[in-house]
């Protein structure tokens, strides 16, 4: 069974700083996805990394995928308020009962003027 | 169209109330899902619907029964439902399994 952790779970940050959120997998899956939550909203989907290596950015975000090591990261640069959300990594669990993501507890993140 | 549409946006039952969530894409999308979320957690897997077959969470009580009368269309009965349940209701769909998924705003469901 796949499980998916992230770290950290809770982030404050400045605008204009740069960071890092970490994404963790068990087992291996072949693809990784990062989805955006504002609150009382669903969720946003970000990037969709389909290979080791795979690295995609959008404006200020960037993220990348190391299936050797199991691990994906999400690069915020010089952030801005508009980031705040809440930022989940999710893998796709196939081959035992129902198919579909599970998600990391998800990176609350809070970015301050 | 590329959204994801849920009916109701928020429901609010009885623990003795039968009802019934609808979610609705005409992206023509294989794959479909029900997720549930409970406040500051995140969503948990319950359904999924590929080619209109169904793959079940094991852990998802009977009291949830879905549905999938047609490509288009998802439906998630609820019966006999506990406080517990109380949450957000997710549907997601995507081209293929393992697709990217996309998700609706859900149906916000109060127990009582």
């Known amino acids: 069974e796949l499980k998916v952790e992230q770290n950290p779970l809770f982030l404050s940050m400045q605008e204009g700083k740069n960071y890092t959120i970490y994404c963790n997998y068990s087992t291996t899956s072949d693809r990784l996805y990062w989805y955006r939550q504002d609150p009382g909203k669903s969720l946003e989907s970000l990037f969709v990394?389909?290979?080791?290596?795979a690295v995609k950015q959008e404006g200020r975000l960037m993220a990348s995928l190391d299936t050797k090591a199991r691990l994906s990261t999400l690069h915020i640069t010089a952030a801005v308020h508009d980031l705040s959300a809440t930022y989940f990594c999710?893998?796709?669990?196939?081959?035992?009962?129902?198919?579909?993501?599970?998600f990391g507890k998800g990176t609350h993140l809070i970015i301050q003027p | 169209d590329t959204e994801v549409t849920h009916t109701p946006k928020h429901l609010v039952m009885g623990m003795t109330n039968k009802k019934s969530l609808k979610c609705e894409q005409h992206m023509g999308h294989r794959a479909m899902y029900w997720y549930k979320q409970k406040a500051k957690k995140p969503p948990e897997l319950m359904f999924v619907y590929s080619y209109e077959k169904l793959s079940i969470n094991e852990s998802v009580p009977s009291r949830f029964s879905p549905e999938c009368p047609n490509s288009s269309l998802l439906n998630l009965h609820l019966h006999a439902l506990q406080p517990e349940d109380s949450a957000l209701y997710l549907c997601?769909?995507?081209?293929?399994?393992?697709?990217?998924?996309?998700f609706g705003p859900g149906t916000r469901l109060t127990v009582l």
């Open positions: 997601a769909s995507s081209h293929l399994l393992a697709d990217e998924q996309f």
């Open positions: 990394l389909l290979s080791n290596g």
């Open positions: 999710a893998g796709y669990n196939s081959g035992g009962g129902a198919d579909g993501l599970t």
